[in-house]
């Protein structure tokens, strides 16, 4: 996770800082270990079928104060284009529906990051309009489940 977060390329759309010490990257760890402990959701490391390398991470978190989850998503740099977000998205995606039974999920991107809203929109996410996200202007895109039943 340090080095995900160390690429300024990868965090360039994602309002997120790179982590100062391996003492900050931990603590994020262990917050995200409490969603999916209290939620059954969270961020997992991504790993390559064929090697077992870490390609990065996906998953979902809840959000509290607007009781929805959010799906998220961050590949080490030389793993973009191969489709292992839209794969790996699209397994949460599923997960959020067929098991956790959730209403709807949110995803944000940057419009500038024309990578990311191309797999929320493969995903059936559909853009809801400009939000502020970690102090960036980005769009919201939200999937509702009734969209995802039908698309079975």
Same mark, same amino acid.
């Given at each position: 996770?340090? %080095? *995900?977060?160390?690429d300024? /390329? @990868?965090?360039?759309?994602?309002? %997120?800082?790179?982590?100062?010490s391996?003492? $900050?990257? !931990?603590?994020?760890?262990? &917050?995200?270990?409490?969603?999916?402990?209290?939620?059954?959701?969270?961020?997992? @490391?991504?790993?390559? !079928?064929?090697?077992? $390398? =870490?390609?990065?991470?996906?998953?979902?978190? +809840?959000?509290?104060?607007?009781?929805?989850?959010?799906?998220?998503? &961050?590949?080490? !740099? =030389?793993? +973009?284009?191969?489709?292992? #977000?839209?794969?790996?998205?699209? #397994?949460?995606?599923?997960y959020?529906? $067929?098991? *956790?039974?959730?209403?709807?999920?949110?995803?944000?991107?940057?419009?500038?990051?024309?990578?990311?809203?191309?797999?929320?929109?493969?995903?059936?996410?559909? !853009?809801?309009?400009?939000?502020?996200? =970690?102090?960036l202007?980005? /769009?919201?895109?939200?999937?509702?489940? /009734?969209?995802?039943?039908?698309?079975?």
């Open positions: 996770m340090m %080095d *995900l977060n160390s300024p /390329e @990868v965090i360039r759309y994602t309002g %997120d800082a790179a982590f100062a391996e003492g $900050e990257a !931990r603590a994020v760890v262990e &917050r995200l270990a409490h969603q999916h402990q209290a939620f059954r959701m969270g961020r997992l @490391v991504v790993t390559s !079928r064929q090697t077992g $390398e =870490k390609l990065g991470w996906c998953g979902l978190r +809840w959000h509290e104060d607007i009781a929805c989850a959010d799906l998220g998503y &961050r590949f080490f !740099r =030389k793993h +973009w284009g191969h489709g292992y #977000a839209s794969e790996a998205g699209a #397994a949460c995606v599923r959020a529906f $067929e098991e *956790l039974g959730l209403p709807r999920l949110i995803a944000h991107a940057m419009l500038e990051n024309a990578a990311s809203v191309r797999v929320l929109e493969k995903l059936g996410f559909r !853009r809801t309009g400009p939000t502020v996200f =970690k102090g202007v980005a /769009e919201e895109f939200e999937l509702p489940g /009734e969209a995802h039943s039908g698309s079975r």
